[in-house]
């Protein structure tokens, strides 16, 4: 599965006690290359705003693999898990890696589209997400048989 990744250089204040990545900056930097992809198809914050959704998770699990220090760029990539159609949540996977490649976290995610007006997930995000945008209908167009689909390499810019 393709995924798109973006590189991220580590800052100094992201640092913990411990001298590596603080754990809370794992969500800001998974969150920045969401929007960094969503960016990269032509969707942007204010399209969702307008149409009254907005992007919600809603649950998250970390695993640490390897430290991250300050100085390091890492690549967050990001990968989307669809379910059926018409599910009103769906899985982000992303990674941090490395500038060798070398796994140092992934994060999970379970997500959906929040209408704002009613505040309920709207029942089919990956069509909503889809018809924001040719770039969008691509990237998230009809499910391969494993309801998996990756999206393809891109630079969003750095962090």
């Known amino acids: 599965m393709d995924e ?4 991220i250089d580590v800052r100094f204040h992201d640092i913990d006690g ?3 990545l603080n754990s809370a900056v794992y969500h800001s930097y998974a969150e920045h290359a969401r929007w960094c992809h969503l960016r990269s198809l032509g969707v942007l914050p204010e399209d969702l705003r307008a149409g009254g959704v907005g992007p919600v998770l809603l ?10 220090r300050a100085g390091q760029t890492i690549r967050t990539t990001v990968a989307y898990e669809w379910a059926e159609p018409h599910r009103r949540t769906f899985v982000l996977r992303q990674a941090f890696l490395s500038e060798d490649g070398t796994l140092a976290a992934e994060m999970e995610s379970v997500c959906g589209l929040l209408d704002l007006r009613s505040r309920t ?3 089919d995000p990956r069509a909503y997400l889809a018809g924001l945008s040719p770039a969008a209908h691509d990237a998230f167009g009809p499910l391969d048989a494993l309801g998996a689909l990756g999206v ?6 750095a962090g």
């Open 4 to 7: 798109y990744a973006v590189p």
């Open 59 to 68: 649950e998250s699990t970390i695993r640490y693999h390897r430290e991250v």
């Open 121 to 123: 997930l709207i029942p």
């Open 152 to 157: 393809a390499a891109g630079d969003g810019g």
């Open 18 to 20: 411990q001298g590596h």
